[in-house]
């Protein structure tokens, strides 16, 4: 019989609640109660990257992403002033649009994780410190810099597509 150390147990909790934030992401008509959601799907993220002992990850987990990411995302919520969704969906030629878009994205994306898909180029040696900050930099700034940048530049791009989408529609 196996027995269930705390690291394990630790995992099963914050695995289950990471999944449950994703969840309650996904089916709460209320933005921000979404948002909350989210937010409880960052903190479990970050226990699972300590359960992990990557104790880098886990902070970064916590500042960027529970911090300034969605403080940037309660910010737009506010700003667009969204109300609770009514569940309707209309299509229109935009959201087809919108959707050939999306599809066109994923499957790039596909292509671009198929190119990098080679695991013995870019394996991590086996003695590789995940929770420490100069081995994780070395790596991003050498092996791992086109991924890196192409991140950036999708950052960007959904900047520019929050700021268009934000902006005050002044039809006549």
């Not at 969204?82 to 087809?96: D, H, T, Y």
């Not at 999306?102 to 394996?123: K, L, N, P």
């Not at 995940?130 to 810099?145: A, F, R, S, W």
């Amino acid at each position: 019989m196996s027995e269930i150390t705390v690291q394990t147990l630790l995992f099963w909790t914050f695995g289950i609640m990471a999944i449950a934030g994703g969840i309650g992401l996904l089916f709460n008509r209320s933005p921000i109660y979404a948002a909350l959601s989210l937010v409880v799907n960052f903190f479990s993220l970050a226990g699972l990257y300590l359960s992990l002992q990557a104790e880098f990850l886990a902070a970064i987990q916590v500042l960027v992403y529970a911090g300034a990411i969605m403080v940037l995302v309660l910010f737009v919520i506010m700003l667009l002033n969204l109300e609770e969704e009514q569940g309707v969906l209309e299509f229109n030629s935009r959201r087809i649009l919108a959707f050939l878009l999306g599809f066109a994205f994923i499957a790039e994306m596909m292509y671009v994780m198929r190119e990098f898909s080679d695991r013995t180029r870019y394996a991590l040696a086996e003695d590789f410190a995940y929770g420490q900050v100069e081995p994780i930099g070395e790596k991003l700034m050498t092996d791992y810099l086109f991924p890196f940048e192409m991140i950036s530049v999708i950052l960007l791009a959904a900047l520019i597509g929050a700021i268009v989408v934000a902006r005050k529609h002044t039809y006549q």
